[in-house]
């Protein structure tokens, strides 16, 4: 306050300041308390809200391409606008070919919301959206405005918060750059729920959890759907080795592909990338979700096909079972015995949830770096060097995590929801099971986890209807007992 009368040496006009804009006596100057003094606005909603509200949300990353605004973001766009005079939009969309990383922005599911860290007015806006954004309701509950919009997580001068996890609070976001330490603008990734705008801040009815579109067997990127989807995607898991997609792929293995060709050729790449019609025809639709699949890969980002992408593309597509040669070869990772599954807190179990503790930096060395390496996609050698830690520096930027290339449990966290929505790109691996009992519904751990990977279903670790379901049509399958209980027969028919 005391800054403001210097700055504005005539009473009148600072009373007139003062007058026009309350927001001047809030946020970043302490300024007394005062009855006087008009608390700056927020958001309010133009209908009824109910006494219930969403659950917290998940994280649901970003996983196809479609760069259409989607209307709730549009609405929660223009609703942070018009109660924040002067604050303005930095944009909704991001062209798939555009983005630096995975963003919800390529999915329409995103707004940067133009305020500057240099504008005292604007900073003190944003404390008291993100207040209100953040304050439990009358009935205690967390984060009760952002769960009502269908906020998922939002980035503001170098801090990130995840309203998928509350307990954290804002974490430390890694940058460099006002724009990319969001000092000119907040980023807010809407859930899907949120993206389509029937979250109860806007219906008065709470909204069920929506997880968005799958990727499909074998693929990269989900198809876009406007259809909600109430179940978390299952792991889409590798192609069989003797699909004709991955014959397909095979077939010219030194054709580069690029924006303009057409053909047999970019059908079958469209086929194995997904997310896209395979028309044939290499756009610029195909050439951003190709530049997508290179990033996420850590491949060169050249937006083209070269032979060294369609090998990988090969590989992933495989589940690393299939090489770009003339001949197919099976190629085994080495076996690796899973340690035993820790039990925490109820849900879905990782294969990598042992290792959730365990800090592994440049010199480390072990199973837990092969783990690590296997889903950073390097060379998985199980020693630590300076391609370990360039890939997992990437990877924690890529995921909003510090970039401190050592891994924390938010890391392994990240990891892990990567492994689980993207199973395939880890070689399915022969599993050694402890185990030699019958397994069947109502058992949970490690040896359900193998199971589940053998059947290529999502390896969540607890064995309910739907592995059942999945043991008994491989059993039928195998000409076995169909029961749906897994015994020496089932277990050897597996290779488990
Ligand atoms: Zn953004």
Known sequence: MRTLSRARRTPQLLALALAASPVFALGGFAAPASAATPPLPVPVPSVELPVGLEPMPPYVAANSCDPVAKPGV????????????????????????????TSEH??????????????????????????????????GNK????????????????QIFGVYDVAAGWRPYACSGVTACHQDHVHFSMTWAGARGVTSF?????????????????????VPTSTPNRVPCPAAGPLPITSPVIAALRLSPATVLAQGSTGPGVVAFQRALGGTAADGQFGSATRGMVLLYERRRYLPVTGTVTSAVRADMISFVSGGMAQIGPVPTPV??????????????????????????????????????????????????????PLTRAALVRFQSAHHLPATGA?????????????ASTSHVTA?????????????????????????????????????????????????????????????????????
């Open 143 to 158: 984060a009760a405005n952002a769960r009502r919009l269908g906020v998922m997580y939002m980035i503001w001068n170098k």
């Open 332 to 385: 085994p990772p080495p076996p690796v015995v899973l340690p035993p599954v820790v039990v925490g807190k109820p849900g879905p179990v990782s294969p990598l949830a042992p290792y959730f503790k365990v800090v592994l930096s440049q010199g480390s060395r072990g199973t837990a770096v092969v783990a690590l390496q296997r889903v950073l996609h390097v060379g998985a050698d199980g020693d630590f060097g």
């Open 407 to 419: 891994t924390s449990t938010a890391t392994w966290s990240a990891l892990a929801a990567v492994l």
């Open 74 to 101: 549009v609405r929660f766009a223009a609703l942070l606008q018009n109660t924040y005079a002067g604050t303005g939009s930095s944009g909704i969309v991001r062209d798939c070919a555009s983005e630096a990383s």
């Open 106 to 139: 390529t999915q329409g599911r995103a707004f940067d919301w133009r305020v500057s860290t240099s504008n005292p007015v604007q900073v003190a806006q944003v404390n008291a959206l993100t207040a209100w954004l953040l304050a439990p309701d009358k009935l």
């Open 428 to 496: 399915p691996a022969p599993v050694v099971i402890h185990s030699s009992g019958l397994l069947q519904q109502g058992a949970s751990g490690a040896a359900v986890v193998a199971l589940q990977r053998a059947l290529h279903i999502t390896a969540d670790g607890a064995f309910g209807p739907v592995t059942r379901a999945a043991v008994i049509a491989f059993q039928r399958a195998h000409r076995l007992t169909a029961d749906g209980v897994v015994g020496p027969a089932t277990r050897a028919a597996l290779n488990l």
């Open 202 to 222: 806007w219906t008065g009815r709470v909204a069920a959890d929506d997880y968005g579109p799958c990727v499909a067997q074998g693929q990269m990127f989900a």
